[in-house]
Structure formats: C-alpha cells, structure tokens
C-alpha cells in the first residue's frame, strides 16, 4: 500500500500520480488534501508520514508546490526517509543509498511526463543492502 498526500500546490500532480498508480495495479491510500483550496503542508506530510513509519502503508508519494515543505514536515518524524526528487537519477540513488521511504517532489517544480517516471523509479527500485548504506542509515537514526 502506497500512502499519498499533497497541499493546493501539489493536488494537481497528485490527481495524475493517482491515476497512474491505478493503471499500474498499486494500491494507495490518498490523505488528503482533496481540493486545491489553500492548506497547510505540515498537516498531510506528517500524516502520510506516521502511516509509513507505522507500517500500515510500505511507501509514501508526497507533493507540495515545491516539495521541500513537505518533505522537511515528514523528516520529523522518526523512521522517516523522505527524498525530495527532480529527476530519475536522484529518485534511483536515494532508494539504492538511503533507502527512501517516501518520495517528495514539487508540483510547480516539475511537469507530470518526468514526475511519473520518477515514480517510477522510486517504486522500482530496490535497496542496494550495501554495508556502507545500511552503515549510514543506521547513523540517521542515532
Ligand atoms: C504553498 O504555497 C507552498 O508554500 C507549498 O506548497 C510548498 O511549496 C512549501 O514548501
């Protein structure tokens, strides 16, 4: 299950990751927001955040207009691994060296053909298990 969640800035993209999760056969659970009436980033990026971290969801998909709000919010708390992505690169690097939990990007940051491949890649890409990564994350945690 994929825990997904956005502010005004990222509900756009949001709607179009949704529909492309769909269409690949994953299971979501959207937190909101539900609108792109104004709100508060912190509110959906701890909620999608706690729903990782307490293992009801195994990923977590969050956009605000730049996804740097959101992704800060989520880092809070503890287990979290939040990657703020624009591009592929970065989306396979943070899942193969930090084994990121959840993926931040910015919906008026990047349009929907990239955001979706780097979807993509994030949800394709295993952990490395390396020693020197698993090493370094155990450190993020002390
Ligand atoms: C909302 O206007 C905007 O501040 C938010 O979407 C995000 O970019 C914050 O980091």
New binding site residues.
């Given amino acids: 299950m994929i825990a997904i969640g956005c502010?005004?800035?990222?509900y756009e993209l949001k709607q179009e990751v949704m529909k492309h999760l769909q269409e690949r056969g994953l299971e979501y659970k959207d937190f909101g927001c539900y609108s792109d009436a104004?709100v508060d980033?912190p509110e959906y990026g701890k909620a999608v955040a706690h729903a990782v971290a307490g293992g009801e969801c195994e990923r977590g998909i969050l956009i605000?207009?730049?996804?740097?709000?959101?992704s800060?919010a989520a880092n809070k708390v503890k287990g979290i691994r939040a990657a703020l992505c624009t591009d592929c690169f970065m989306a396979e690097a943070t899942r193969l060296h930090n084994d990121a939990n959840i993926l931040a990007m910015?919906?008026?940051v990047i349009g929907t053909g990239l955001a979706l491949k780097i979807v993509d890649t994030f949800l394709d890409t295993p952990f490395s298990n390396e020693e020197r990564h698993i090493r370094r994350i155990s450190q993020l945690e002390d």
């Fill in positions: 502010d005004q800035g990222g104004s980033y605000c207009g730049t996804g740097i709000g959101i800060i910015g919906g008026r």
